[in-house]
């Protein structure tokens, strides 16, 4: 007997026990069916708004459902609803969708689980919450359309070369100069110029592309990349040590990885631990290959590596 099995025994033999999950099961809809209305109600496109009201009129039909197996609980939303649309105004509504039925993967594990002990005759409407939960809604989240999205792949191409090539400049640096203000400033020199570098070529891709603005292209690709350029150039003006700055910066850049990574994971269903573990693979491989030049060269040329 398996782990489902035993579960779904223990509920069959203690009701309460099922009244309790069934509450549990409602607060999660409940509190889905009002953020679902709210991220309608700060939505400025119309049919992004209609989505989501279906999507919310759809979680309170499974909340009432739920409720009336919760054997009269009261059920009070979660903290999600003030959360989830603070996370939409800043990174959109369709990363606060999409994270929101990330959550609804265990949800379905847990009403198939219970599947077998709820009475025949609420089993089809059931049946129908998971049909709901497992492709209709994600149906409906991929209709959604929001302009930031459509320029994630400006922003990707500049931050993940920002921290791929910054970094490496700054390994090279580390193999020639003990001084990290050196390396800082020089990070920050090569980081303008490659910045504007991208944006060109991001402006002259986006020209022949209908459907985005060249202008807001280029910007958006220059812009993460200078962003980018600021974050991993700030520990070598703050810490006096060479090999410690680099740490502090690498660490930085990882976080920024990790973070822009995940973003992208959820928006665009994607391994977040594999495409991660790429990423960050070749930035470290960079900065080796870059800290052995900048030794040798360094060595060959005998660069003086006083520090000011």
């Known amino acids: 007997m398996d782990i489902n099995q035993l579960h779904q025994k223990h509920l069959a033999n203690h009701p309460d026990h099922f ?13 889905e069916s009002i953020i679902y209305n709210k991220l309608a109600g700060i ?21 009432e459902f739920w409720k009336s197996l919760s054997n009269g609980a009261e059920i009070i939303p979660r903290a999600g609803v003030y959360i989830i649309p603070i996370l939409c105004r800043i990174l959109g ?38 049909a709901d939960e497992q492709g209709h809604e994600q149906s409906l989240l991929s209709q959604l359309k929001e302009k930031r999205v459509e320029y994630i792949s400006f922003v990707a191409l500049g931050l993940s070369d920002a921290i791929v090539e910054i970094t490496g400049v700054h390994a090279g640096f580390l193999g020639v100069t003990g001084t990290p203000l050196i390396a800082g400033v ?22 022949h ?7 807001v292209s280029a910007f958006t690709t220059g812009l993460s990349y200078l962003g980018s350029v600021i974050v991993l150039a700030l520990p070598y003006f703050f810490i006096h040590e ?19 990574t995940y973003y992208g994971a959820i928006v665009f269903d994607r391994k977040f631990w594999r495409e991660l573990g790429e990423s960050t693979a070749l930035m470290l491989g960079t900065a080796v290959i870059t800290f052995v030049v900048g030794h040798v ?10 520090k000011f």
């Open 93 to 130: 509504v369709t990363f606060a969708a999409k994270f929101l039925e990330k959550h609804e993967e265990l949800a379905v594990e847990r009403y198939q689980a219970v599947a077998k002990i709820i009475p025949a005759s609420q089993q089809e409407q059931l049946q129908k919450i998971i």
């Open 19 to 31: 009244a309790r999950h069934a509450a549990w099961f409602a607060q999660n809809e409940l509190t």
């Open 209 to 215: 592309e209908t459907e985005r603005s060249a202008f």
């Open 43 to 63: 939505q400025k496109n119309p049919a992004n708004a209609e989505i989501l009201r279906h999507m919310a009129k759809e979680e309170h039909g499974h909340y």
């Open 297 to 306: 060269v360094g060595s060959l040329f005998h660069i003086d590596t006083a």
């Open 242 to 260: 060479m090999f410690r700055a680099f740490t502090v910066s690498t660490i930085f850049g990882v976080l920024l990885l990790a973070a822009f």
């Open 186 to 207: 020089a990070g920050v020199i090569v980081g303008v110029s490659a910045a504007i570098s991208m944006g060109s070529a991001a402006y002259i891709q986006a020209k």
